[in-house]
């Protein structure tokens, strides 16, 4: 009966206005749909690093930006609409290098027999339909999954939101994880070795994931990043204090080492040394990119941090909110998290120095206290918290990942040419990067979405769906 009554308004609609419209799940959401308006009035930071430019107007035709330049030398087209927008910034949609379509729904730490604590466990819940809109919501037009636990169902949400039949980001679907025994996740496949590796790839590559003959990005253990470098990896995830072993003392071939071992290592690294010099001239001559993933450590190791936010807690269900809270109460207040985290955003900006290709993603898993989109922004805060400047974060969360995807000559900077890819934010975040959360309207190709209700559609469900 439903089928037949909307078929039944589509078939009006044709006749009425000579045109079919999509009735599909995205469109509630969309607040602009010109064919071609103008944002008027507003501050831009174009993506490049530039320092922001204000009183624009930013022209926008046929879901491709035509053209910006101060507002009192506008020539708007004719018929377009003008949005006057004066005390708002619009900056390029976000490119999110570490973005997962789902989030750990709840986090245990197993005690052992004579009480010490153990691994951490996770349970993870895919979020095909939460994820998609947070990030979209954020501000995120183009995203990596960078590791799959159900390929085949991102693959669908990346069909269905490149159909318009559903919101989201433009999805850049990387193949599941390839895992060596043993695996703390049930849900990934163990390798028996290179020819199994060999068919995992092949397949997936086949069934539409980026994986063949195409960039190459790992969290690693077992190999070191110096390995890595040298085998031609395109990408190193989540920065080398929480992730490299090379500096692990006695780590064997092909063994990761456990934690505590780990951390130590890099502990007592000086960034200014010779040996992590070594390692960042390493990573800069062989165009490999480090993919930075602050805010799940802040909040899996940082006491008390980040602020919590009443926007989060909300989206959560409510066994997640539970599950978050008790672990943010279970951060030690001794935790050596502090030190790491510094340690860590100072190797950011050192290999950004260096020239470095830095790009970020939230990575929504850890504690639970990492949201998808929200945890976007909150990368950004965290790259200006190691000493980088509002735009500077901006570009490497915008144009630094579209290099890095080889789309730069069609998103990542404000550029006329450039596809409509933009973020409407209330505020200066140049000024004060928090208000880089004030995100009202995000366009992609030209198409307006709300942020608020975007948000509002996902209440209790992350944790969930
Ligand atoms: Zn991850």
């Given at each position: 009966m439903r089928r037949l009554t909307i078929f039944v308004w589509l078939f009006v609609a044709a006749m009425t206005y000579g045109q079919t419209q999509r009735l599909t799940d995205?469109?509630?959401?969309?607040?602009v749909n010109g064919p071609v308006f103008v944002l008027n009035h507003v501050r831009v930071i174009d993506g490049t690093g530039a320092t922001a430019r204000e009183d624009q107007a930013v022209v926008i035709e046929n879901g491709k930006i035509q053209s910006i330049g101060t507002s009192a030398s506008l020539q708007a087209p004719p018929h377009a609409q003008l949005l006057d927008r004066s005390g708002y910034t619009v900056i390029p949609g976000l490119v999110g290098m570490h973005n997962h379509l789902y989030y750990n729904s709840s986090y245990s730490v197993q005690v052992g027999a004579s009480g010490e604590l153990g691994e951490p466990g996770f349970v993870i819940a895919t979020a095909p339909f939460s994820a998609p809109r947070l990030y979209l919501a954020a501000g995120i037009t183009t995203m990596r999954t960078t590791g799959s636990i159900e390929p085949y169902a991102d693959l669908k949400v990346k069909q269905r939101i490149d159909a318009k039949l559903m919101p989201g980001p433009s999805i850049d679907v990387t193949a599941p994880y390839l895992e060596g025994p043993p695996t703390r996740y049930a849900a990934m496949h163990e390798l028996t070795g290179p020819e199994d590796a060999r068919r995992l790839v092949d397949y997936w590559a086949a069934e539409g994931a980026t994986a063949h003959k195409l960039k190459l990005t790992g969290h690693l253990c077992s190999v070191t990043w110096h390995e890595a470098i040298a085998l031609g990896i395109d990408d190193l995830e989540h920065g080398p204090v929480f992730a490299d072993t090379d500096f692990v003392s006695g780590k064997k071939p092909d063994i990761c080492p456990p934690g505590p071992l780990r951390d130590n290592s890099w502990a007592n690294l000086d960034i200014s040394g010779s040996q992590v010099q070594h390692l960042i001239r390493d990573l800069v001559s062989h165009h490999v990119a480090v993919t930075s993933t602050l805010p799940v450590f802040e909040a899996a190791r940082i006491p008390g941090r980040p602020k919590l936010q009443q926007r989060m807690l909300n989206a959560m269900s409510a066994e997640s909110a539970q599950s978050y809270l008790t672990a943010r109460a279970r951060v030690?207040?001794?935790?050596p998290g502090m030190a790491l985290l510094r340690k860590e955003m100072d190797f950011e900006v050192a290999f950004v120095k260096a020239g470095g290709l830095l790009l970020a993603g939230p990575d929504p898993t850890g504690n639970g206290g990492v949201l998808p989109g929200f945890g976007d922004q909150r990368e950004i805060e965290l790259l200006v918290e190691a000493g980088l400047s509002p735009v500077q974060a901006i570009q490497i969360t915008t144009e630094n990942g579209a290099i890095y995807l080889g789309q730069q000559d069609r998103i990542g900077t404000l550029m006329p040419g450039k596809q409509a890819d933009l973020v409407l934010i209330e505020g200066d975040p140049s000024k004060n990067v928090e208000e880089i959360e004030n995100v009202e309207t995000v366009f992609k190709a030209g198409i307006g979405y709300d942020s608020a209700k975007l948000i509002e559609s996902v209440h209790g469900q992350v944790g969930v769906r």
């Open positions: 995205a469109t509630p959401f969309v607040t030690p207040s001794d935790s």
